[in-house]
């Protein structure tokens, strides 16, 4: 995961990025693999459920001297008044959580018109047996402890109330970089 985060998924990551501005969220921030990528000017909160998460996420944010808000939060109900980010990031989040539809549905609450949703997801893909390989091995890796693998995400962010203004497929149709507006 070492040299696959450093060469591939961390230019995703920066690919990603690029396009945050103003005030931005993070939703699931996990250990800080984002935060390298921070766009310079921009005020960034970031939000995971896991304090063991957060912690490693602190020590990454202070050992590179990145400022960043980082707090305990649920992406289910987010502790953030309507409207209060131009931006909303989330990396590989869509994919574990229960009911990826309600919470995309509090992305978009939390971004103000106009603004940008900005997301990188492993997703099933749209290939007829791709996707079927893919269904018939999502409850045994889910049984194994990995995410799913099957999720229909650009339905769910349409499912959310939120339009899609660009997918790019990164690798296969099965990892992309999605940008979407509420
Ligand atoms: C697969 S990790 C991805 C972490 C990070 N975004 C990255 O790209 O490396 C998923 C993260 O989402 C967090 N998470 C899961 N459900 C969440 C929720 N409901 N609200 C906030 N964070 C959540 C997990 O604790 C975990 O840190």
């Known amino acids: 995961m070492g040299i696959a985060e450093k060469r591939v998924v961390g230019r995703w990551r920066a690919r990603l990025w690029s396009g945050a501005q103003g005030r931005v969220l ?5 250990t800080g693999l984002n935060i390298p990528y921070y ?7 970031a939000v995971d459920l ?10 990454r944010a202070a050992a590179m001297g990145v400022p960043v808000d980082l707090r305990l939060g649920d992406a289910e109900r987010l502790d953030f008044l309507d ?9 590989f989040v869509f994919c574990s959580v229960p009911d990826p539809v309600q919470r995309l549905r509090e992305v978009r609450r939390v971004c103000r018109p106009g603004g940008r ?16 390989v893919l ?10 402890g990995s995410e799913n693998i099957n999720r229909r ?14 997918v790019e497929n990164l690798w296969s149709d099965i990892f992309r970089r999605i940008v979407a507006t509420p």
């Open 39 to 45: 766009p310079p000017g921009t005020e960034v909160t």
């Open 117 to 132: 949703v900005l997301l990188l997801e492993h997703m099933r893909s749209d290939r007829a047996v791709v996707g079927w």
């Open 83 to 91: 409207a209060s980010f131009d931006t909303v990031v989330a990396t």
């Open 50 to 59: 896991s304090p063991g998460m957060l912690a490693r996420a602190r020590r």
């Open 135 to 144: 269904d018939v091995l999502n409850p045994l890796a889910v049984r194994m």
């Open 26 to 30: 993070e939703v699931g921030v996990g």
């Open 153 to 166: 995400t650009l339905d769910n962010i349409r499912a959310a109330g939120l339009e899609i203004v660009e």
